[in-house]
C-alpha cells in the first residue's frame, strides 16, 4: 500500500463525559503535505491537536505513523513516535536560555546536565535545521518577541526525527512578513518529507498554504479534498454548514466618515517610552477608527494609553475638548472610555469566575448598585440580557467563563465592556482565535455600537477585517504615525503598503 | 551599553555577598565582640540547621512551591531520633530512620500538591497540623531522651575551630548545588518552575519531579531535626515551629522567586550568612532582642525591593511576560527563513 502515508487516524473519538468531541474521525497526512484543518471554534480541532500532542491518552480509534500503531499516552510518548505539536499557547519556559528551552526533555547524556553540553547540541540542532533564529542562544526567552519565539518552537518540535508536525494557529500573533516567511519554511519542511497538520483560523492563509484539506464541524470530519478544489467561501459554507451569507466584502458597503461627528476623545501628540512616538488622534462619535500596524508598532500601546492602562510620558488627551489624565483604567472607565485588551484569557476574563461576575464587572462602578451594594437580581437581569443579546452560548449565566470556546469568551469581554455604556470603546484584535461566523457577529455588534453614537477604536492584524470595519485609519509604523485619512482615501493593497512601508506609492 | 550590562550583571551576580560583607566589616569596627574568634564561629555553629533546612526549602522554591511543614519535619526526626537511639541503636540506623521518616512527609506532601493538585500552602500547611499533632499524641507533649555519639559530636565538636556541623551545611550545599546546576532532575526543577504546562508538553516529567523536590525538601528538614537532636539531645516535639519562615524568608533574601524558576544556591548560602550575621550583630551591640523581628522584616522586604528593580532594569522582569506583543521596534527583525542546507 501506498508508504507515502505519515499519519493515518482511523475512528478516533474523543468523549469529556457524555459530550462525543471527536466522532470517528478519519484522517491521513502524506509525506511531503501541508494539510490544513479548518472549522469553527468548538468543532473538535483542538481535541484533535491534543489527542495526538499526547495530552489524551483515554483517547478510541487508530492512530498510524508510517504504517505502525501509535501510542499517544504522554507527549514523549508522542515525541518517540514522532509526532511533533506546537501549540497555540508557546510552551516555552521564560526563565531559562533559547539554548536550554530547545532540549528541554530531551537534554544530552544520562542524567547529568552540562550547559555547554546543551549549548552545543542546540548549536548543532540549529545547522541541521536550517532556521535562523537571530538571538543569541544563551539568550533568556523571556523578552523575546513572538516571532523569534515561534522560531525557537519550530526548530524544538524538529529535535527530534519528526515524522509529523502538527502547527495550532501559527499565524495568530505574527505580522505579515514574519507570516510569509514562517510560509517559506513550512513548504521547506514540507520538500523534506515531513507531513505537516496546519490549523488556522485565516481561510486565504489556509489557501495559500496548503495542499489538501479537512473540514471539521460538530467532532466529525466532514469533507477532505485537495485545497485547490475549493474556494474560500465554499470552505465557509462547509465549515458553517449552511449557506455562508455575509461575507466580509459586504460590510464595506456601510462606511461613513463624517467631519460634522463630535470628536469624543483626542489624544494630541502623546508619546510612550520608544514605542510611541508624538501620536495625535481623533476619535469621532458614531465612527470607527482603524489603526493599523505591524507588531511592535506601537498599537497596542496606544490603545493602553488612550484607555488609562499606561500613562503617557508626553502629551495630553482630552475628552470632549476637556483635558483628561486618565491615571489608571478605572478613571477612564469612570468617563466612559473602555478598553478591550487582545489576550482575553490573561487580560480579558476571570476564566475561574461565573459568566455573571464577567459580565457585570466592568458595570459594577458605573451603573449597577448604590453606595457599594449591587443586589444579586440586578446582576441576573443584566447578565441574561446581555448573554440573550450577544447570542452567547451555552447560555448559562452561572457556567464559568473557561467552560465556553474561545469565540464565545470574546462576546463574554464585549459583552462587559457594553454593560458599562462607554462612549469611547477601544478594542485590541476583536476576532483574534474566533470562528468566521462569530467574526462576522462581532463586526456587525461594533458596527451596532458606533451606530448607537460610540467613537470605537480598532487594532487588528487582520487588515481584511480592519480595512472592512474601517470609517477611518491611522497607520502606525515603528511608533509613529505615519499615514491618517478616511476610508474614502485609501485601498486595501495601499493600506498593506503603508503598514510594511511607510508609504503609499500611488499616494491617491 | 554592553558594559554596563555587565556591571549590572556583576552586581546581579555577588550583590548579596558584597552587602554581607559590607555588613560584616561595619560590625566587626564598631564591635570587639562580634570581631572575636569564638563569636565568629558560634554565627557559623548558629546559622548551620536553618541554613540546611533553607537549602530544601531552595529546591521546592524553585520548583515552584514550598513548604510549611519543615518545621513539623524537623521536630518529628529529633524525636525519632531520640527514641530510636535510646533503645540502643546504632547512628547508622538512627539517622537512617530519621531521615527516612523526613523524605516519607516530603514524598507525601509532593504527591498531595503533583498528583492531587492540591494547593502548596493548604496541602504543607496541613500536613504539618497533622504530623506535629500526631507527634504530641505519641508522645504525650514530653521531650524524648536518647542521641548517638556521632550525631553528638556531628552537632558539636569542632576541627580547626570550624564546627563540624558548618562542615555538614557545606556538604549539604555542594550536593543541592550539584543537583541544581549539573543533572537533568535539578534543570528540569528550573523547568517546572519556570512553565509546569510548558515543561510537561515538551516531555519533562513533572509530577515526579515535583514530587523529587519535595522528597529533598523533606529529607534537608529531617537532617536539620537529627542536628538539633545532637545538639539538644533530647527530642521535643514542640521544637523547631519557626523553621519554614525563617527558610523562606532567607530564601527570598537570597533571590528565589516565590513563583518559581528563579534563584541560585549559592545565594542562600549568603542569605543564611547575612541574617545570622545581622541577628548575632544585634546582641553584640545589646539591642532589645524586641528588635530582631522588625530588622529581619526589612532586611527581607529590602532585598525583594531591590531584587525587584534590578530585575525590571535589566528588562528580564516577570511584568515583561504580561505583553508578549511588545517586540522591540526598530530592532533588526531577521527574517524566518530557511537557509540553503537541504
Keep these: ?508 | 551599553m554592553k558594559s554596563m550590562a555587565n556591571r549590572s550583571g556583576l552586581l546581579r551576580r555577588f550583590g548579596l555577598w558584597l552587602v554581607f560583607a559590607l555588613v560584616t566589616s561595619v560590625l566587626m569596627a564598631v564591635s570587639p565582640t562580634f570581631r572575636s574568634t569564638v563569636n565568629l564561629e558560634n554565627i557559623l555553629e548558629q546559622n548551620a540547621i536553618i541554613g540546611i533546612v533553607a537549602c530544601g526549602m531552595a529546591v521546592m522554591m524553585i520548583s515552584g512551591g514550598f513548604d510549611l511543614s519543615v518545621g513539623a519535619v524537623g521536630a518529628t526526626t529529633s524525636v525519632v531520633g531520640a527514641v530510636v537511639a535510646s533503645r540502643g541503636n546504632g547512628a547508622i540506623v538512627t539517622i537512617g530512620v530519621g531521615l527516612l521518616a523526613g523524605i516519607a512527609v516530603g514524598v507525601a506532601n509532593g504527591i498531595l500538591i503533583a498528583k492531587v493538585r492540591i494547593n502548596a500552602f493548604v496541602a504543607t500547611f496541613a500536613m504539618a497540623s497533622i504530623v506535629s499533632g500526631l507527634l504530641f499524641v505519641a508522645t504525650g507533649a514530653e521531650s524524648k531522651q536518647g542521641v548517638t555519639p556521632l550525631l553528638e559530636s556531628a552537632a558539636n565538636a569542632r576541627v580547626a575551630g570550624i564546627p563540624v556541623i558548618f562542615a555538614v551545611f557545606m556538604g549539604c550545599l555542594l550536593a543541592v548545588w550539584f543537583l541544581l546546576t549539573r543533572t537533568k532532575y535539578g534543570h528540569y526543577i528550573y523547568s517546572v518552575g519556570g512553565n509546569a504546562e510548558a515543561s510537561h508538553l515538551s516531555g519533562v516529567p513533572v509530577q515526579r519531579v515535583q514530587i523529587f523536590a519535595f522528597a529533598m525538601g523533606g529529607l534537608m528538614a529531617a537532617g536539620a531535626g537529627l542536628l538539633l537532636l545532637g545538639q539538644t539531645m533530647v527530642g521535643q516535639p514542640s521544637a523547631a515551629a519557626d523553621w519554614p519562615l525563617e527558610a523562606i524568608a532567607i530564601c527570598v533574601v537570597g533571590g528565589i522567586a516565590l513563583t518559581g524558576g528563579i534563584g541560585r544556591i549559592e545565594d542562600v548560602l549568603a542569605a543564611t550568612l547575612l541574617l545570622g550575621v545581622i541577628s548575632n550583630g544585634l546582641n553584640q551591640l545589646n539591642v532589645s532582642p524586641y528588635w530582631k523581628p522588625a530588622v529581619t522584616g526589612l532586611v527581607i522586604l529590602m532585598a525583594v525591593v531591590i531584587d525587584r528593580y534590578s530585575r525590571l532594569h535589566n528588562g528580564a522582569g516577570r511584568g515583561s511576560k504580561n505583553s508578549p506583543a511588545a517586540a522591540a521596534p526598530g530592532a533588526p527583525t531577521t527574517p524566518l527563513t530557511p537557509s540553503a542546507s537541504t
Design chain 1, 1 to 508: 500500500m501506498p508508504s507515502d502515508i505519515r499519519l493515518q487516524l482511523s475512528g478516533v473519538t474523543k468523549r469529556f463525559g457524555p459530550v462525543m468531541v471527536l466522532d470517528h474521525v478519519d484522517f491521513q497526512v502524506r509525506a511531503g503535505q501541508v494539510h490544513g484543518l479548518i472549522g469553527q471554534n468548538g468543532a473538535g480541532k483542538s481535541t484533535l491537536v491534543k489527542t495526538l500532542a499526547g495530552l489524551y491518552p483515554d483517547h478510541g480509534g487508530l492512530i498510524t505513523v508510517d504504517g505502525k500503531r501509535a501510542t499517544l499516552g504522554s507527549p514523549r510518548q508522542s515525541r518517540a513516535e514522532g509526532i511533533a505539536v506546537i501549540h497555540q499557547e508557546f510552551s516555552l519556559v521564560s526563565e531559562m536560555t533559547i539554548a536550554d528551552n530547545l532540549l528541554l526533555g530531551h537534554e544530552p547524556g544520562g542524567w547529568r546536565y552540562s550547559r555547554r553540553a546543551v549549548h552545543n547540541r542546540a548549536q548543532a540542532l540549529v545547522e541541521q535545521v536550517g532556521i535562523e533564529i537571530g538571538e543569541s542562544l544563551d539568550a533568556s526567552v523571556g523578552t523575546l518577541s513572538p516571532a523569534i519565539r515561534q522560531r525557537i518552537e519550530i526548530v524544538k518540535a524538529l529535535a527530534d526525527d519528526v515524522k509529523v508536525l502538527v502547527m495550532d494557529e501559527p499565524t495568530a500573533r505574527l505580522s505579515e512578513a514574519e507570516r510569509q516567511s514562517l510560509f517559506r519554511v513550512v513548504r521547506d519542511l514540507a520538500d523534506r518529507g515531513v507531513g505537516l497538520v496546519f490549523i488556522s483560523h485565516f481561510l486565504e492563509e489556509v489557501r495559500e498554504v496548503t495542499d489538501w484539506l479537512t473540514v471539521m464541524r460538530n467532532g466529525k470530519a466532514i469533507a477532505s479534498q485537495p485545497t485547490k478544489s475549493l474556494s474560500v467561501v465554499q470552505m465557509a459554507e462547509l465549515m458553517l454548514g449552511e449557506k455562508f451569507k455575509q461575507t466580509l466584502d459586504e460590510e464595506v458597503a456601510s462606511h461613513h466618515a463624517d467631519d460634522q461627528q463630535p470628536v469624543v476623545l483626542e489624544a494630541d501628540s502623546v508619546s510612550c517610552g520608544p514605542r510611541l512616538r508624538d501620536v495625535t488622534i481623533s476619535l469621532r462619535a458614531g465612527e470607527i477608527m482603524g489603526v493599523a500596524g505591524l507588531v511592535g508598532s506601537g498599537r497596542t500601546r496606544l490603545c493602553r494609553v488612550l484607555s488609562g492602562a499606561e500613562k503617557p510620558t508626553s502629551g495630553r488627551l482630552r475628552l470632549r475638548g476637556n483635558q483628561v489624565s486618565f491615571t489608571t483604567p478605572r478613571k477612564a472607565i469612570a468617563h466612559g472610555v473602555a478598553l478591550i485588551p487582545e489576550d482575553r484569557k490573561h487580560q480579558g476574563l476571570s476564566l475561574s469566575a461565573p459568566l455573571t461576575w464577567n459580565l457585570c464587572l466592568m458595570a459594577m462602578h458605573r451603573r449597577l448598585g448604590r453606595w457599594g451594594v449591587v443586589p444579586r437580581s440586578a446582576v441576573r437581569r443584566l447578565s441574561t440580557r446581555l448573554v440573550e443579546d450577544l447570542e452567547i452560548s451555552p447560555g448559562n449565566i452561572d457556567a464559568n467563563a473557561a467552560t465556553l470556546s474561545g469565540g464565545n469568551q470574546q462576546k463574554v469581554v464585549l459583552g462587559k465592556t457594553f454593560a458599562a455604556n462607554p462612549d469611547v470603546l477601544i478594542i485590541d484584535q476583536p476576532t483574534a482565535g474566533v470562528d468566521i461566523g462569530t467574526k462576522a457577529q462581532i463586526h456587525r455588534l461594533l458596527r451596532e455600537r458606533a451606530d448607537a453614537g460610540a467613537a470605537v477604536l480598532v487594532v487588528s492584524d487582520d487588515l481584511e477585517e480592519l480595512y472592512a470595519l474601517g470609517d477611518r485609519f491611522h497607520v502606525l509604523r515603528q511608533g509613529r504615525t505615519v499615514w491618517q485619512g478616511t476610508s474614502a482615501d485609501v485601498t486595501h493593497e495601499q493600506l498593506v503598503q503603508l503598514i510594511s512601508s511607510g508609504s503609499s506609492q500611488e499616494s491617491a
